[in-house]
């Protein structure tokens, strides 16, 4: 299986920026698709962005569009989430994930490996 770590994370004022990484290790696949999500307090979990290895296929939720951007870095095995302009409804605890298989869509229920969650605060 891929081992997922998320850092970054952090307290930013909101119109801040931070940027979140994620190193895989273990094993990886190159066909994998890379997420990130989020999951706020009393929230469902909720996709916030997905890329593949190659950097090719990025999406996006309409909630950071035009604010966060997704990357990848094959030669490092990680995946990064700039966020700027950071809102206080962008507060939630963030996740990096791997879809493992050939499922359809980014919903989390597709993606088989997680990591431990890093947490951002933004204030207001």
């Known amino acids: 299986q891929v081992q997922l770590v998320e850092s970054g994370g952090g307290l930013v004022q909101a119109g801040g920026s931070l940027r979140l990484s994620c190193a895989a290790s273990?094993?990886?696949?190159?066909?994998?698709?890379m997420g990130w999500f989020r999951q706020a307090p009393g929230k469902e979990r909720e996709f916030v962005a997905a890329?593949?290895?190659?950097?090719?296929?990025?999406s996006y939720a309409d909630s950071g569009k035009g604010r966060f951007t997704i990357s990848s870095d094959n030669a490092k095995n990680t995946v990064y989430l700039q966020m700027n302009n950071l809102k206080p409804e962008d507060t939630a605890v963030y996740y990096c994930?791997?879809?493992?298989?050939?499922?359809?869509?980014?919903?989390?229920?597709?993606?088989?490996?997680w990591g431990q969650g890093t947490q951002v605060t933004v204030s207001s």
């Open positions: 890329i593949r290895w190659s950097g090719g296929s990025p």
């Open positions: 994930a791997a879809k493992e298989n050939f499922l359809a869509g980014t919903t989390p229920a597709n993606f088989g490996s």
């Open positions: 273990g094993r990886i696949f190159r066909w994998f698709m």
